[in-house]
Each structure stands twice: as C-alpha cells, then as structure tokens.
Nanobody, 127 residues
Framework: QVQLVESGGGLVQAGGSLTLSCAASGRTFMDYAMGWFRQGPGPEREFVGAIRWSGGSTKYAGSIEGRFTVSRDIGKRTVYLHMNNLKPEDTAVYYC????????????????????WGQGTQVTVSS
C-alpha cells in the first residue's frame, strides 16, 4: 500500500523559510515523479514543483520565482520542498503526490496525472 506522509508545515513570518518533507513507502518509486501541490482558500490545487525520483530532474511553477527547491533523499525515501522568502500568498495546504511515468524524465504538472497523494500539511505565512 502506497503511503505519502507530509510533515514540516507550520506558521512562519513573511520572508522566512520552511522545509516540508514527504516520506514515501509501499513500493519502489524509481519510475515516478514526486510532486508538490498546494491549495489555498480557492478550489484549485496548483502545481508547485516536482522531481524525478531516479534522475533527479526538476520542474517548477513559474509563480515560485526561484524561491522553492525540490530535492530527494533516495536512501531515506523522502522528498523535500525547501521554501525561502515566503510570502503571505504562499499560505496553503501543501500536498505531496506521486505520478507513475516510466521510461522518461518527463515531469507532468496536471493534478489528474498524479496517482497517489498525501494528507497535506498546512503552511501559514504571516505578514
């Protein structure tokens, strides 16, 4: 059974930093892209960034403007979202997700492409 468990959310002041973790278990993720999404007050869950588990290639949403970085520790089976220079508009529930896409380093950004999801962790940025 695949499990993705996020942690590391919390309250931070604008301009601060936070690192989220996503512990993955239940299968080998070498053919997966591991993505981070977020959902603010609106209905949309938007793509933030992702990493290919095997090759390590990354992709980010333009709105991130270079402030966030996705990394992974294969030995720990954990994916990270490092967030710097946080802004109040970054306030959201952040979700980790896994997209099975074998034989490619492609990273997809559409929510419906992702097969497995964590429960989410709240990030609140105060002004």
């Amino acid at each position: 059974q695949v499990q993705l468990v996020e942690s590391g959310g919390g309250l931070v002041q604008a301009g601060g930093s936070l690192t989220l973790s996503c512990a993955a278990s239940g299968r080998t993720f070498m053919d997966y892209a591991m993505g981070w999404f977020r959902q603010g007050p609106g209905p949309e869950r938007e793509f933030v960034g992702a990493i290919r588990w095997s090759g390590g290639s990354t992709k980010y949403a333009g709105s991130i403007e270079g402030r966030f970085t996705v990394s992974r520790d294969i030995g720990k089976r954990t994916v990270y979202l490092h967030m710097n220079n946080l802004k109040p508009e970054d306030t959201a529930v952040y979700y980790c997700a896994a997209d099975w896409a074998p034989g490619t380093e492609m990273i997809r950004t559409a929510r419906y492409e992702y097969d497995y999801w964590g429960q989410g962790t709240q990030v609140t940025v105060s002004s």
